[in-house]
Structures are given as structure tokens and as C-alpha cells.
């Protein structure tokens, strides 16, 4: 009974790590919110939104102004390339994808990244517009 109980704590805190480890991970993006990104869009210079939805997601829609970098095989390359000195938001349909990218960048030596919170969801629900292949 004894070498069970070690056991099991052991597979229950090894399964918390991994489950928990992601969420924590994540948390460590300083995210922005909507309301506050459409004040920045209108007050900052230096800021660049990076879309790194995929191509079928910056087609459907985009925040007016973002670039599309998506999150993928080319991404880290492509964004070692950029200017060190601005403000990057990163966006996604939902957040999910952004936060991950932001992380990347942070690690690559960006400090002024943010994770657009809730991402293009959020934005269309704070009643925001959003710009769209083509128009």
C-alpha cells in the first residue's frame, strides 16, 4: 500500500504540471483588451498588429492596419526580423494562437508584446470593425 500512495501522488501532480504548466505559461503575456487596443490604434505610434491567424482567418476578417504573419514554420525567422523598438500586439480569432506567438517574441527579446485578449471574438463583440479581404 505504501509504494501505491507515492505513486499515485506522484502520476497526480505530474498530471497538475502538465495541465496547469500551459495556463500558467500563457499567463505570463501581458494582454490588452479591445476597448483599450482601439484606444491605442487611435493614440500610438510605433504599435503593429501581427495577425498570426491563418491565411482563411485574416481573409475573413482583420483588425484595419494588422499585418498577417501566421503562426507557423516561417514565423519565428520572419519575426527575429523585426524592429525591437516598437509595440506589437498580437491577434488571432480568439487569443489562443496570439498568446503562444507572444511568448516566442518575448523570448526572442521583445518587450513590448501584448496578447490581444478574447483576439478578433472580442473584438467584433466590444462592436468593433474588423476589415476584410479585398475591401
Not at 501532480?13 to 505570463?28: E, R, S, Y
Not at 494562437?97 to 517574441?105: E, Q, T
Not at 521583445?110 to 474588423?130: A, H, P, S
Request: hydrophobic fraction near 45%; include cysteine; glycine fraction near 12%.
Amino acid at each position: 500500500m505504501r509504494v501505491r500512495l507515492p505513486f499515485a501522488l506522484l502520476v497526480g501532480l505530474i498530471l497538475l504540471f502538465l495541465f496547469w504548466l500551459p495556463a500558467f505559461a500563457l499567463g505570463q503575456v501581458p494582454e490588452v483588451d479591445a476597448s483599450t487596443l482601439s484606444k491605442w490604434v487611435s493614440e500610438t505610434k510605433d504599435l503593429v498588429l501581427i495577425d498570426v491567424g491563418t491565411p482563411g482567418d485574416f481573409a475573413e476578417g482583420h483588425i484595419p492596419g494588422s499585418i498577417s504573419l501566421p503562426l507557423g514554420a516561417s514565423f519565428e525567422g520572419k519575426s527575429k526580423n523585426l524592429s525591437k523598438g516598437k509595440t506589437y500586439i498580437l491577434i488571432c480569432p480568439t487569443g489562443r494562437r496570439s498568446a503562444p506567438a507572444a511568448k516566442l517574441m518575448m523570448e526572442q527579446g521583445f518587450e513590448k508584446i501584448y496578447n490581444l485578449k478574447g483576439g478578433i471574438t472580442d473584438w467584433l463583440r466590444k462592436g468593433f470593425k474588423i476589415a476584410k479581404a479585398g475591401t
